[in-house]
Protein backbone atom coordinates (compact mmCIF):
# COMPACT_ATOMS: atom_id res chain seq x y z
CA UNK A 1 0.00 0.00 0.00
CA UNK A 2 1.16 3.63 -0.58
CA UNK A 3 2.30 5.38 1.87
CA UNK A 4 2.98 9.03 1.87
CA UNK A 5 5.22 11.01 4.64
CA UNK A 6 5.75 15.00 5.08
CA UNK A 7 8.87 15.99 7.21
CA UNK A 8 8.92 18.36 8.95
CA UNK A 9 5.34 17.88 10.73
CA UNK A 10 5.84 21.65 12.04
CA UNK A 11 7.84 24.59 10.60
CA UNK A 12 8.26 27.83 11.72
CA UNK A 13 10.55 30.67 9.64
CA UNK A 14 11.08 34.49 10.28
CA UNK A 15 9.15 36.37 7.24
CA UNK A 16 11.36 36.67 4.16
CA UNK A 17 12.71 33.24 4.68
CA UNK A 18 12.83 30.75 1.56
CA UNK A 19 11.96 27.23 2.58
CA UNK A 20 11.41 23.52 1.45
CA UNK A 21 8.98 21.31 2.30
CA UNK A 22 9.27 17.51 2.09
CA UNK A 23 7.19 14.89 0.85
CA UNK A 24 8.22 11.36 0.01
CA UNK A 25 6.11 8.24 -1.12
CA UNK A 26 6.65 4.10 -0.48
CA UNK A 27 5.36 3.29 -4.37
CA UNK A 28 7.03 5.01 -7.41
CA UNK A 29 4.03 3.62 -9.46
CA UNK A 30 1.94 7.24 -9.33
CA UNK A 31 -0.04 8.95 -11.93
CA UNK A 32 0.92 12.26 -10.34
CA UNK A 33 1.45 14.60 -7.13
CA UNK A 34 -0.77 17.28 -5.75
CA UNK A 35 0.29 20.22 -3.93
CA UNK A 36 -2.14 21.61 -1.33
CA UNK A 37 -2.57 24.35 1.20
CA UNK A 38 -5.66 23.92 4.12
CA UNK A 39 -6.34 27.04 6.20
CA UNK A 40 -8.12 25.92 9.51
CA UNK A 41 -11.76 25.04 9.17
CA UNK A 42 -11.11 25.22 5.63
CA UNK A 43 -10.73 22.59 2.79
CA UNK A 44 -8.40 22.00 0.78
CA UNK A 45 -6.97 24.70 -1.81
CA UNK A 46 -5.00 23.17 -5.02
CA UNK A 47 -1.33 24.63 -5.35
CA UNK A 48 0.72 22.39 -7.79
CA UNK A 49 0.10 19.65 -9.75
CA UNK A 50 3.23 17.22 -10.97
CA UNK A 51 2.06 14.67 -13.87
CA UNK A 52 4.76 11.81 -13.65
CA UNK A 53 6.46 12.55 -16.35
CA UNK A 54 7.55 15.90 -15.81
CA UNK A 55 10.05 16.90 -12.90
CA UNK A 56 9.05 20.56 -11.66
CA UNK A 57 6.00 23.15 -12.14
CA UNK A 58 6.29 26.60 -10.45
CA UNK A 59 3.74 28.57 -9.74
CA UNK A 60 4.38 32.67 -8.33
CA UNK A 61 6.88 31.60 -5.59
CA UNK A 62 6.15 28.41 -5.35
CA UNK A 63 8.38 25.52 -6.75
CA UNK A 64 7.58 22.31 -6.73
CA UNK A 65 9.69 19.07 -8.23
CA UNK A 66 9.60 15.39 -8.06
CA UNK A 67 11.70 12.94 -8.58
CA UNK A 68 9.74 9.65 -8.80
CA UNK A 69 12.32 7.02 -9.31
CA UNK A 70 13.35 8.15 -5.64
CA UNK A 71 10.10 8.93 -4.32
CA UNK A 72 10.57 12.10 -3.29
CA UNK A 73 8.60 15.56 -3.93
CA UNK A 74 9.79 19.29 -2.41
CA UNK A 75 7.86 22.21 -2.24
CA UNK A 76 10.14 25.29 -1.95
CA UNK A 77 8.58 28.65 -0.86
CA UNK A 78 9.94 31.56 -1.69
CA UNK A 79 10.36 34.72 0.40
CA UNK A 80 7.78 33.33 2.89
CA UNK A 81 5.00 35.84 3.67
CA UNK A 82 2.58 35.75 7.30
CA UNK A 83 -0.29 34.76 5.02
CA UNK A 84 1.65 31.53 3.59
CA UNK A 85 0.92 30.68 7.31
CA UNK A 86 -1.13 27.10 6.89
CA UNK A 87 -0.92 23.20 6.62
CA UNK A 88 0.59 21.77 3.65
CA UNK A 89 -0.24 18.96 1.98
CA UNK A 90 0.94 16.28 -0.39
CA UNK A 91 -0.92 13.85 -2.43
CA UNK A 92 -0.04 10.79 -4.66
CA UNK A 93 -2.52 9.28 -7.23
CA UNK A 94 -2.00 5.91 -7.62
CA UNK A 95 -5.18 3.88 -9.56
CA UNK A 96 -8.60 5.01 -8.48
CA UNK A 97 -7.17 6.84 -5.30
CA UNK A 98 -5.28 9.57 -3.58
CA UNK A 99 -3.06 8.94 -0.73
CA UNK A 100 -2.52 11.69 1.28
CA UNK A 101 0.37 12.55 3.79
CA UNK A 102 0.04 14.15 6.93
CA UNK A 103 0.86 17.83 6.34
CA UNK A 104 3.18 20.11 7.62
CA UNK A 105 2.09 23.22 9.90
CA UNK A 106 3.67 25.93 8.63
CA UNK A 107 4.06 29.62 10.41
CA UNK A 108 5.73 32.40 9.20
CA UNK A 109 6.44 34.81 12.16
CA UNK A 110 6.24 38.92 11.23
CA UNK B 1 -17.06 29.09 -12.20
CA UNK B 2 -18.53 27.76 -9.40
CA UNK B 3 -16.85 25.08 -7.07
CA UNK B 4 -17.60 22.24 -5.31
CA UNK B 5 -20.09 23.13 -2.20
CA UNK B 6 -21.11 20.82 0.50
CA UNK B 7 -23.77 21.22 2.57
CA UNK B 8 -24.24 21.29 5.75
CA UNK B 9 -21.24 23.06 6.96
CA UNK B 10 -21.30 21.74 10.37
CA UNK B 11 -23.73 18.62 11.58
CA UNK B 12 -24.18 18.23 15.61
CA UNK B 13 -25.85 14.69 16.04
CA UNK B 14 -26.56 12.50 19.06
CA UNK B 15 -24.94 9.05 18.42
CA UNK B 16 -27.02 6.34 16.82
CA UNK B 17 -28.53 9.09 14.45
CA UNK B 18 -28.73 8.59 10.63
CA UNK B 19 -26.77 11.88 8.82
CA UNK B 20 -26.52 12.42 5.10
CA UNK B 21 -23.87 14.58 3.72
CA UNK B 22 -24.30 16.20 0.31
CA UNK B 23 -21.30 17.37 -2.25
CA UNK B 24 -22.44 19.45 -5.49
CA UNK B 25 -19.10 18.58 -7.71
CA UNK B 26 -17.73 21.03 -10.45
CA UNK B 27 -20.22 20.81 -13.52
CA UNK B 28 -18.89 18.62 -16.00
CA UNK B 29 -16.45 16.55 -13.78
CA UNK B 30 -17.10 13.36 -13.84
CA UNK B 31 -14.93 11.76 -10.55
CA UNK B 32 -16.27 12.73 -7.59
CA UNK B 33 -14.21 11.60 -3.94
CA UNK B 34 -15.10 11.46 -0.34
CA UNK B 35 -12.34 11.54 2.19
CA UNK B 36 -12.75 11.75 6.22
CA UNK B 37 -10.10 13.65 8.39
CA UNK B 38 -10.25 13.08 11.62
CA UNK B 39 -8.65 15.74 14.34
CA UNK B 40 -4.73 14.76 13.94
CA UNK B 41 -4.96 12.95 11.31
CA UNK B 42 -4.40 12.96 8.04
CA UNK B 43 -7.15 12.30 4.95
CA UNK B 44 -8.53 9.04 4.45
CA UNK B 45 -10.18 7.77 1.62
CA UNK B 46 -13.27 6.41 1.38
CA UNK B 47 -15.17 6.20 -2.10
CA UNK B 48 -14.45 7.41 -5.61
CA UNK B 49 -17.41 7.53 -8.69
CA UNK B 50 -16.14 7.83 -11.73
CA UNK B 51 -19.09 8.64 -14.45
CA UNK B 52 -21.20 5.62 -14.81
CA UNK B 53 -18.76 3.04 -13.77
CA UNK B 54 -19.38 1.31 -10.38
CA UNK B 55 -17.63 2.86 -7.23
CA UNK B 56 -14.49 2.50 -5.68
CA UNK B 57 -15.93 1.75 -2.20
CA UNK B 58 -12.54 0.38 -0.73
CA UNK B 59 -12.37 3.04 1.59
CA UNK B 60 -15.65 3.00 3.39
CA UNK B 61 -14.78 1.82 7.42
CA UNK B 62 -17.72 0.03 7.82
CA UNK B 63 -21.01 -1.29 6.96
CA UNK B 64 -22.98 1.61 8.13
CA UNK B 65 -21.43 4.02 5.93
CA UNK B 66 -22.86 4.56 2.00
CA UNK B 67 -22.76 6.99 -0.70
CA UNK B 68 -24.84 6.87 -3.96
CA UNK B 69 -24.19 9.83 -6.81
CA UNK B 70 -27.25 10.48 -8.74
CA UNK B 71 -27.53 11.70 -12.82
CA UNK B 72 -23.73 11.64 -12.42
CA UNK B 73 -23.85 14.50 -10.24
CA UNK B 74 -24.52 15.11 -6.78
CA UNK B 75 -23.12 12.82 -4.26
CA UNK B 76 -25.22 11.84 -0.57
CA UNK B 77 -22.69 10.22 1.60
CA UNK B 78 -25.35 8.52 4.69
CA UNK B 79 -23.68 7.02 7.68
CA UNK B 80 -26.11 5.00 9.62
CA UNK B 81 -26.02 4.20 13.58
CA UNK B 82 -23.44 7.22 14.03
CA UNK B 83 -20.93 7.02 16.42
CA UNK B 84 -18.40 9.22 18.53
CA UNK B 85 -15.54 7.86 16.21
CA UNK B 86 -17.40 8.99 13.44
CA UNK B 87 -16.98 13.25 14.56
CA UNK B 88 -14.32 13.80 11.83
CA UNK B 89 -14.39 16.63 8.84
CA UNK B 90 -15.91 15.02 6.11
CA UNK B 91 -14.30 16.37 2.79
CA UNK B 92 -15.50 16.32 -0.98
CA UNK B 93 -13.48 16.65 -4.22
CA UNK B 94 -14.11 16.13 -7.77
CA UNK B 95 -12.30 16.09 -11.02
CA UNK B 96 -12.58 16.22 -14.34
CA UNK B 97 -10.57 12.98 -15.77
CA UNK B 98 -10.19 14.13 -19.49
CA UNK B 99 -8.17 12.84 -21.99
CA UNK B 100 -5.13 15.17 -20.77
CA UNK B 101 -5.31 13.37 -18.01
CA UNK B 102 -4.79 15.55 -15.42
CA UNK B 103 -6.70 14.25 -12.31
CA UNK B 104 -6.07 17.22 -10.54
CA UNK B 105 -8.62 17.45 -7.53
CA UNK B 106 -10.78 20.57 -6.15
CA UNK B 107 -12.20 20.15 -2.68
CA UNK B 108 -15.36 21.91 -0.89
CA UNK B 109 -15.37 23.38 2.48
CA UNK B 110 -16.30 20.11 4.39
CA UNK B 111 -18.71 19.07 6.62
CA UNK B 112 -17.76 18.82 10.01
CA UNK B 113 -19.75 16.16 11.91
CA UNK B 114 -19.84 16.28 15.43
CA UNK B 115 -21.13 12.90 17.24
CA UNK B 116 -22.14 13.57 20.78
Known amino acids: KQEVTQIPAALSVPEGENLVLNCSFT??????LQWFRQDPGKGLTSLLLIQSSQREQTSGRLNASLDKSSGRSTLYIAASQPGDSATYLCAVRAGNQFYFGTGTSLTVIP | GAGVSQSPSNKVTEKGKDVELRCDPISGHTALYWYRQSLGQGLEFLIY????????KSGLPSDRFSAERTGGSVSTLTIQRTQQEDSAVYLC??????????????FGPGTRLTVT
Open chain 2, 93 to 106: ASSSNSLAGYYEQY
Open chain 1, 27 to 32: DSAIYN
Open chain 2, 49 to 56: FQGNSAPD
